[in-house]
């Protein structure tokens, strides 16, 4: 029997998750708002293939610890940064999982925007139905991911087959939790046209970034965990 998820509780668990990690290991949210600091920064000069696994390469190391601390329950800072074979993994992977549907929707999305005309395309609308578009394409392989962060040896075709009966589940936590974490850095962009000095500002800013980066990583993460526990319970078919 398929393990149904919970959609508002898997994102109330990753919000709740999410802020303790924000709130123990302040020092993780600096180092990934920082490096996303740099990502931006780098976008001026580097092509967008390259900075893509740039950025993945750059959330790597708290995407990880974010995975095992909610799967795992433990994780250590110097284990992370030890493990550069991990990271590396992780981020080609990461890559993988949300590049290769970007281009391929990109493609089709410029294509009929040439056959239909620009001008009748909303840029809101054509922006977000991408997003969600990417998401639901991605949902299920990306069940690989914190598979890679605690060692297990999931392969793509059993990712997918993992959140098979899940998938609207997962793509509505994912999007709900991205939805919420834009929330915030909304808010400071606005407080920043309100007068906000533009020093902290910028600082807010990436922190709340980085924040958002912890409660989607979360919420993937709870979808991993209670899936993958209910699969291993589930009795073997193979006789005894």
């Known amino acids: 029997m398929t393990q149904k998820l919970d959609v508002l509780q898997t994102i109330s668990m990753s919000f709740v998750q999410s802020a303790r990690i924000a709130r123990r290991h302040i020092h993780w949210l600096l180092l990934t708002a920082l490096a996303l600091l740099a990502v931006d920064i780098l976008k001026i000069a580097t092509s967008a293939a390259s900075v893509q696994f740039i950025s993945a390469l750059a959330c790597a190391p708290i995407a990880i610890f974010t995975h095992q601390q909610l799967i795992r329950g433990k994780s250590g800072v110097g284990d992370v940064f030890a493990n550069s074979q991990l990271m590396t993994r992780y981020a080609i992977e990461a890559s993988i999982c949300f590049t290769i549907p ?139």
């Open 102 to 240: 970007a281009v391929i929707l990109a493609v089709i999305v410029v294509s009929l925007a040439s056959a239909v005309g620009y001008r009748y395309i909303s840029p809101f609308l054509s922006e977000t139905l991408f997003f969600i578009a990417i998401i639901a394409i991605s949902a299920r392989p990306a069940l690989k991911l914190p598979a890679r962060a605690v060692g297990d040896s999931l392969t793509w075709k059993e990712a997918c087959r993992l959140g098979r009966g899940n998938t609207i589940s997962i793509v509505l936590a994912l999007c709900g939790s991205t939805l919420i974490a834009s929330a915030a850095t909304i808010v400071i962009k606005a407080a920043m046209k309100l007068g906000m000095p533009s020093l902290v500002g910028l600082v807010l800013f990436e922190l709340a970034e980085a924040w958002g980066l912890v409660f989607v990583i979360g919420t993937l993460s709870i979808c991993y965990r209670e899936l993958r526990l209910t699969k291993l319970a589930e009795p073997s078919d193979q006789p005894a």
